[in-house]
């Protein structure tokens, strides 16, 4: 993977400067970014958003316990075939030793809540809808799922592991 960042980065190095600084350029290497620094053993990208009571959520602000971050849509069948697991786990590990956060790329707002209501999804909920920090994560498809252990560092990543894994990791990390 490191290989392939570092091709990537030669290319985009060899852009002109006008192209690197416009916002096409910028999303390019958000995106490029993104993709190689969400994988397991990096540290997690920073979030600042809004939730959906107001509150500011700040991913360094939860430093000393999990998070588990879930990126989906109330329109993907499979983000909420995986809502049932993340209920068991949100249920099962204590809020002083992991939190969850869901991140949706929803457009539709009342869907979003309405999935949020209807599947009783208790936790931490941001509305992701410009898709701002989906980028951030290398803009992955949708279910995404990934846990950042006391020290902001990925663990787990949906797309190195199973969501299985994910069970066995949080067992053998949180006690």
């Keep these: 993977v490191q290989k392939y960042h570092d091709i990537l980065s030669n290319v985009f ?6 192209l ?8 390019i290497l958000r995106r490029m970014n993104g993709a190689m620094f969400t994988k397991k053993g990096f540290k997690a990208p920073e979030i600042i958003a809004k939730d959906i009571s107001g509150a500011t959520v700040k991913l360094s602000n939860y430093k000393g316990k999990y998070v588990l971050l ?3 849509a109330s329109w993907c069948g499979p983000c ?12 099962t590990y204590s809020l002083d030793k992991l939190e969850v956060i869901s991140l949706s ?3 539709d707002s009342t869907a979003f809540s309405g999935a949020i209501a209807k599947h009783k999804m208790n936790w931490i ?14 803009n992955k498809p949708i279910p995404s799922v990934y846990l950042i252990d006391k020290d902001g560092v990925i663990v787990y990543n949906q797309w190195e592991d199973d969501l299985d894994v994910l069970t066995e990791v949080l067992s053998k990390s949180i006690k």
């Design 125 to 138: 909920h941001i509305f992701d809808q410009r898709r701002e920090i989906s980028r951030l994560y290398g």
């Design 105 to 107: 790329i929803d457009s």
């Design 80 to 91: 909420l075939k995986e809502v049932p697991a993340i209920k068991k786990i949100r249920d």
């Design 13 to 18: 190095a060899s852009f002109p400067s006008a």
């Design 70 to 72: 879930q990126f989906w």
């Design 20 to 27: 690197k600084n416009s916002f096409d350029g910028q999303e």
